[in-house]
């Protein structure tokens, strides 16, 4: 898979402890664990964010993905250190993959 080609994926969830990360306009952050089926990052000021697919959120920093992640997280690789951004209504986890947040549904 060639790293011009973008990956979209849906927020499905949230945490409501994440919404005011979610709402900041943006940040800079990085992958802090790589998963079978998640990614743990680090977010500004040191706050976590766990990217996942599955059909529960699995902890307070928790950020349901649509169910294409697991598939997206064994085409693409992602290492501990890539960079991870927050602008406007998306998350970008290095140049391939973006996260849009258009309808998080807050729990």
Request: glycine share 4%; proline share 6%.
């Amino acid at each position: 898979m060639g790293a011009s080609r973008l990956i979209t994926l849906h927020t499905i969830a949230a945490s409501a402890s994440v919404h005011p990360l979610l709402q900041a306009s943006s940040w800079q952050g990085e992958i802090a664990a790589v998963f079978r089926r998640s990614i743990l990052c680090t977010a500004c000021e040191g706050r976590w964010l766990h990217l996942h697919t599955g059909p529960l959120l699995v902890s307070p920093f928790s950020l349901r993905i649509e169910a294409d992640f697991a598939n997206v997280l064994r085409q693409v690789p992602h290492v501990r250190g890539t960079p991870v951004r927050k602008t406007s209504s998306v998350i970008d986890i290095a140049e391939p993959v973006r996260v849009t947040l258009d309808d998080v549904s807050y729990y």
